[in-house]
């Protein structure tokens, strides 16, 4: 039986939005499948698992962002060394934020990221709030944003995908998150995965290829999120 290791990043500060359900979700659809995960929680200070498949990050208020930013950025090197070796990655909000070059505060203020993905961050006085649906080569993806934080994307990332009718990375280009190789960031939280199946699928099929096992995953009978994101897409911003 494959068991695939999930890394959930600072899982008590950045999981404000019910992001730790991203991991819910994966771990739920492999046991379906006859598989499993192993989930390391990795708090401040502690040791990334070497054997990680998956690397998974969330969302969190401004102070428990400044309380894990320099642990992160700590990490930068060992974070670029994964994503280089194919690592799977989903980070939201505040982790997708840190993996960019850097966030520039409202005030003037230069947070250093990692500079896994090439993107980077300006602070502002505009929220961007509300139920959001995204169309990308996985299908739709749909979550909830709610960020002032405006990100814009460089030469060496691919937008995950354009909104529909949220305001997505910085309400102005349509764009939402970010694509380089396996690392994902996205703003929509939810969880994200709950109501998106099918990039779920996408994730975990990444993992087993980079492990050389099949990628292939037998169809699961999707109809319960399927509806719930309808009933989302549906709702008033």
């Given at each position: 039986?494959?068991?695939?290791?999930l890394?959930h990043?600072?899982p008590r500060?950045?999981?404000i939005?019910?992001?730790?359900?991203?991991?819910?979700?994966?771990?739920?659809?492999?046991?379906?499948?006859?598989?499993d995960?192993?989930?390391v929680?990795?708090?401040?200070g502690?040791?990334?698992?070497?054997?990680?498949?998956i690397?998974?990050?969330?969302?969190?208020?401004?102070?428990?962002?400044?309380?894990?930013?320099?642990?992160?950025?700590?990490?930068g090197?060992?974070?670029?060394?994964?994503?280089?070796?194919?690592?799977?990655?989903?980070?939201?909000?505040?982790?997708?934020?840190?993996?960019?070059?850097?966030?520039?505060?409202?005030?003037?203020?230069?947070i250093?990221?990692?500079?896994?993905?090439?993107v980077?961050?300006?602070g502002?006085?505009?929220?961007?709030?509300?139920?959001?649906n995204?169309?990308?080569?996985?299908?739709?993806?749909?979550?909830?944003?709610?960020?002032?934080?405006?990100?814009?994307?460089?030469p060496?990332?691919?937008?995950?995908?354009?909104?529909?009718?949220g305001?997505?990375?910085?309400?102005?280009?349509?764009?939402?998150g970010a694509?380089?190789?396996?690392?994902?960031?996205?703003y929509?939280?939810?969880?994200?995965?709950?109501?998106?199946?099918r990039?779920?699928?996408e994730?975990?099929s990444?993992?087993?290829?980079?492990?050389?096992?099949d990628?292939e995953?037998?169809?699961?009978?999707?109809?319960?999120?399927?509806?719930?994101?309808?009933?989302?897409?549906?709702r008033?911003?």
């Open positions: 039986m494959s068991v695939l290791t890394a990043l600072y500060e950045m999981n939005y019910g992001d730790t359900g991203n991991v819910l979700v994966l771990r739920k659809r492999l046991q379906w499948r006859g598989m995960a192993k989930v929680g990795v708090h401040v502690d040791p990334l698992p070497p054997d990680t498949d690397l998974l990050g969330g969302g969190g208020q401004d102070a428990a962002q400044g309380e894990i930013g320099r642990d992160f950025v700590s990490r090197a060992e974070l670029r060394a994964m994503a280089d070796d194919g690592v799977v990655m989903l980070t939201i909000c505040g982790t997708y934020q840190l993996l960019g070059h850097h966030f520039l505060t409202k005030d003037g203020r230069r250093e990221g990692v500079g896994v993905l090439d980077i961050t300006t502002s006085d505009q929220r961007l709030i509300g139920n959001n995204i169309d990308t080569d996985w299908g739709r993806l749909v979550g909830f944003e709610n960020h002032s934080g405006l990100t814009d994307l460089g060496g990332a691919q937008p995950l995908g354009r909104t529909v009718a305001r997505g990375n910085n309400g102005k280009d349509q764009t939402e694509v380089r190789d396996n690392v994902f960031g996205t929509l939280h939810g969880p994200v995965l709950a109501k998106s199946p990039f779920a699928d994730l975990l990444r993992a087993l290829a980079r492990r050389g096992e990628p995953l037998e169809p699961l009978d999707d109809s319960l999120a399927l509806g719930a994101a309808d009933v989302a897409v549906r008033p911003r």
